[in-house]
T-cell receptor, first 111, second 115 residues
Framework: GQQVMQIPQYQHVQEGEDFTTYCNSSTTLSNIQWYKQRPGGHPVFLIQLVKSGEVKKQKRLTFQFGEAKKNSSLHITATQTTDVGTYFCAGPEDAGNMLTFGGGTRLMVKP | NAGVTQTPKFRVLKTGQSMTLLCAQDMNHEYMYWYRQDPGMGLRLIHYSVGEGTTAKGEVPDGYNVSRLKKQNFLLGLESAAPSQTSVYFC??????????????FGPGTRLTVT
């Protein structure tokens, strides 16, 4: 079945440093979604990318979808303590009604 | 709108006991899901439902059963709890319609400990 891998698994950064997490799928995806889970919380949807090569920005967060639609990245510029949490990417199964989640990247920010 | 709610929030079971986790959503979503998340791990799909009266197995279905008798509710049952089922359980729902199809809305989670 479809596999979605994320690296790194953990990342410690100093507040103000940049952060990037990468997501790779074993199959071509129709779209990719990103979620954020704060410590002790539940995953919350951030964004969906649909088009090959698509780039979307949300304030300091930049999301990219690869040209081959098999990989994606999330880049945070000048991290803040509010960015702490685990970031998951997720791709739909063929029928689209299920998502395969990556293992997540846990971001820790030192003030 | 309450979104997705889960009850209970916490539960401690002894090995062999049974329990049912309730998930309710008020967004009229067709699809509902049950995931488990172990410490420091990702989300693993247990069972899901694409409509009232239908259920299907996910990645890790063993030891669990589900039912969706009403569109807004999705129940997860543990017939004979085992320590390996200690985890945080999340329910989610989604719809094939809207600006972001299949965006999943998660409940707050149920923290289950089996001793």
């Amino acid at each position: 079945g479809q596999q979605v891998m994320q690296i790194p698994q953990y990342q410690h950064v100093q507040e103000g440093e940049d952060f990037t997490t990468y997501c790779n799928s074993s199959t071509t995806l129709s779209n990719i979604q990103w979620y954020k889970q704060r410590p002790g919380g539940h995953p919350v949807f951030l964004i969906q990318l649909v088009k090959s090569g698509e780039v979307k920005k949300q304030k300091r967060l930049t999301f990219q979808f690869g040209e081959a639609k098999k990989n994606s990245s999330l880049h945070i510029t000048a991290t803040q303590t509010t960015d702490v949490g685990t970031y998951f990417c997720a791709g739909p199964e063929d029928a689209g009604n299920m998502l395969t989640f990556g293992g997540g990247t846990r971001l820790m920010v030192k003030p | 709108n309450a979104g997705v709610t889960q009850t209970p929030k916490f539960r401690v079971l002894k090995t062999g006991q049974s329990m049912t986790l309730l998930c309710a959503q008020d967004m009229n979503h067709e699809y509902m899901y049950w995931y488990r998340q172990d410490p420091g791990m990702g989300l693993r799909l247990i069972h899901y439902s694409v409509g009232e009266g239908t259920t299907a197995k996910g990645e890790v279905p063993d030891g669990y059963n589900v039912s969706r008798l009403k569109k807004q509710n999705f129940l997860l049952g543990l017939e004979s709890a085992a320590p390996s089922q200690t985890s945080v359980y999340f329910c989610a729902s989604s719809s094939p319609f809207g600006s972001v199809v299949y965006e999943q809305y998660f409940g707050p989670g149920t923290r289950l400990t089996v001793t």
